[in-house]
């Protein structure tokens, strides 16, 4: 059950990201920008100048005028570009996860993140028990797979990481 389960859920996330119509290589300003076309607002990226909590590596927040990527200050290459992508699933998957007691949580732990206004929703990257998270984790993992077949060149790991690292630092200048 658990593994039809999964293939259902990976055939679903497959179908989205075929519809976003990605160039190959990945470029994280096309898919940002196709984002923001898609939900009618602008998405900033922003790093989180030591506000989030240490549990929490990326935080995307909807605020009423436009969408907040925030993630944690010093992450680099792959694991930078996998937050980015993670928080950006959320997204393409229309998750709400945030209940009100996470979003005072929020505004106790990083007032500042919250000082953008009336937050609609947020998704947290801490917590991969939940359905939303581990649908986010797997988009982000297949827009990768996608864009480059990553999975045919596992060996090249320092390659990968400087294309990782130009593909995100790309996103800033968008």
């Excluded at 937050?119 to 480059?148: F, G, N, P, T, V």
Aim: glycine share 6%; proline share 4%; aromatic share 6%.
């Amino acid at each position: 059950m658990l593994g039809s389960r999964r293939r259902d859920l990976q055939r679903s996330c497959v179908a989205r990201i075929a519809e976003l119509d990605l160039p190959t290589p990945l470029q994280l300003p096309v898919l940002k920008q196709r984002l923001e076309e898609q939900r009618g607002r602008e998405i900033w990226v922003l790093p989180d100048k030591g506000d989030l909590p240490p549990e929490i590596t990326g935080l995307w927040l909807g605020a009423s005028t436009r969408d907040y990527v925030y993630f944690r200050e010093g992450l680099l290459g792959c694991r930078l570009e996998n937050t980015l992508l993670h928080e950006f699933a959320h997204m393409i998957c229309k998750h709400r996860s945030a209940s009100v007691a996470e979003q005072d949580w929020l505004r106790t732990r990083a007032p500042n993140l919250t000082a953008v206004g009336n937050i609609e929703h947020m998704c947290m990257r801490r917590d991969y028990a939940s359905s939303d998270e581990q649908e986010a984790e797997l988009m982000a993992s297949l827009i990768l797979a996608r864009a480059e077949g990553r999975w045919q060149r596992l060996g090249h790991r320092s390659q990968q990481d400087e294309q990782a690292a130009a593909r995100v630092e790309s996103i800033f200048r968008t």
